[in-house]
T-cell receptor, first 114, second 118 residues
Framework: NAGVMQNPRHLVRRRGQEARLRCSPMKGHSHVYWYRQLPEEGLKFMVYLQKENIIDESGMPKERFSAEFPKEGPSILRIQQVVRGDSAAYFC????????????FGSGTRLTVV | AQTVTQSQPEMSVQEAETVTLSCTYDTSENNYYLFWYKQPPSRQMILVIRQEAYKQQNATENRFSVNFQKAAKSFSLKISDSQLGDTAMYFCAFMKHQDSNSGYALNFGKGTSLLVTP
C-alpha cells in the first residue's frame, strides 16, 4: 500500500498563475481532507470531500480556491490567480471512515509564489 | 471553537533521557479524540499516539505515552529513552467525536520543536 500520494512535492508559481495540487488517497479510503500549513504554524483544516461530494469547505478561502474528488482519479486542490500569501505547505489526508481514528497524511506540496 | 495550546515552542533533550511535551485544549464537548503527530524535516505528518476521551486509561505506544487529564483539559506526551530520530516538530491535535458536527476536522496546536542531542 503506497500510502497517501501527493504531487508535486514542490511547486513554484508566479503571481496570477494557477496552482493544481493532486492527492491520491490510500487504497480503500474514500474520505479526503486538505490542510494548509503556514510557516511556524500548525495545520489548518480547509476542506473535506468524499467521492464526487464536497462535505465541508468551511476552511477554504471564499475566492480563488476550489477542491474536487472525482469518481475516478485523484483529489485536486486548485488555486487560481495565486498571490504571495498562498505560499504554504498543503497537506492531504485520507481515512476509511469519517474522522475518529486519525488520518494518514501525505508528504505535502510546498507551494511557493514568486 | 476548539483551541489547542502548546506552550513550549522549543525543547531539547539528551539521547536516552525522557522528555515531556505539554498540550492543553479548550472544548465544551464531552466525547472527542486527542492526537500527537510528529513532523520530521521530511515534512511527513506521522501519527504518534491517539487517545479517546471516554477512556480513562492513558494511551501508550512503545516509548511514547500520554498523561491525559480530562478535567484539566491537559494531554501531555512523554518520550522515554529519546533517540536522535525523535528530533522533529510535535503537534497536539483535537477532533470532535465523529457523530458531532464537524467531527472529522483536526484542530492543531502550533507545535513544539524537539531537538535530541547526542
Amino acid at each position: 500500500n503506497a500510502g497517501v500520494m501527493q504531487n508535486p512535492r514542490h511547486l513554484v508559481r508566479r503571481r496570477g498563475q494557477e496552482a493544481r495540487l493532486r492527492c491520491s488517497p490510500m487504497k480503500g479510503h474514500s474520505h479526503v481532507y486538505w490542510y494548509r500549513q503556514l510557516p511556524e504554524e500548525g495545520l489548518k483544516f480547509m476542506v473535506y470531500l468524499q467521492k464526487e461530494n464536497i462535505i465541508d469547505e468551511s476552511g477554504m478561502p471564499k475566492e480563488r480556491f476550489s477542491a474536487e474528488f472525482p469518481k475516478e482519479g485523484p483529489s485536486i486542490l486548485r488555486i487560481q490567480q495565486v498571490v504571495r500569501g498562498d505560499s504554504a505547505a498543503y497537506f492531504c489526508a485520507s481515512s476509511p471512515i469519517r474522522g475518529g481514528y486519525g488520518y494518514t497524511f501525505g508528504s505535502g506540496t510546498r507551494l511557493t509564489v514568486v | 471553537a476548539q483551541t489547542v495550546t502548546q506552550s513550549q515552542p522549543e525543547m531539547s533533550v539528551q539521547e536516552a533521557e525522557t522528555v515531556t511535551l505539554s498540550c492543553t485544549y479548550d472544548t465544551s464537548e464531552n466525547n472527542y479524540y486527542l492526537f500527537w503527530y510528529k513532523q520530521p524535516p521530511s515534512r511527513q505528518m506521522i501519527l504518534v499516539i491517539r487517545q479517546e476521551a471516554y477512556k480513562q486509561q492513558n494511551a501508550t505506544e512503545n516509548r511514547f505515552s500520554v498523561n491525559f487529564q480530562k478535567a484539566a483539559k491537559s494531554f501531555s506526551l512523554k518520550i522515554s529513552d529519546s533517540q536522535l530520530g525523535d528530533t522533529a516538530m510535535y503537534f497536539c491535535a483535537f477532533m470532535k467525536h465523529q457523530d458531532s458536527n464537524s467531527g472529522y476536522a483536526l484542530n492543531f496546536g502550533k507545535g513544539t520543536s524537539l531537538l535530541v542531542t547526542p
